[in-house]
């Protein structure tokens, strides 16, 4: 069973800075397995959940329009967690960010959220004007 745990988020200014942990048990990156990725969406208040950033099997990386070159994905194999830095946030960033993982889920698929097998319980990430 994968499970996943999110944390790192928080209370920001606009322009300020977090960094986003996604913890898995359950699942590992392996170079020899194609389509398996962990990525981050976010919900805010009366909006649908959606696609933020995305880490797949091979390392390759997916960014929204709406954060790229803001933020920024990785991975430490050895902890099994992938991060999300994110910088010069704004409050229209504010949101839960949950993270999700699939170990089957094609490039086209990525940004669609009801793909994802599995997902963590997310963070909160306000920023403040």
């Known amino acids: 069973e994968v499970q996943l745990q999110a944390s790192g988020g928080g209370l920001v200014q606009t322009g300020g800075s977090l960094r986003l942990s996604c913890a898995a048990s359950g699942f590992t990156f392996d170079d020899y397995v194609d389509d398996h990725a962990i990525a981050w969406f976010r919900q805010a208040p009366g909006r649908e959940r959606e696609f933020v950033a995305a880490i797949r099997w091979n390392g390759n990386k997916l960014y929204a329009d709406s954060v790229k070159g803001r933020s920024t994905i990785s991975r430490d194999n050895a902890k099994n967690t992938v991060y999300l830095q994110m910088n010069s946030l704004k409050p229209e960033d504010t949101a839960v960010y949950y993270c999700?993982?699939?170990?089957?889920?094609?490039?086209?698929?990525?940004?669609?959220?009801?793909?994802?097998?599995?997902w963590g319980q997310g963070t909160l990430v306000t920023v403040s004007s």
């Open positions: 999700a993982a699939d170990s089957q889920i094609i490039l086209s698929s990525i940004p669609n959220s009801r793909l994802w097998g599995s």
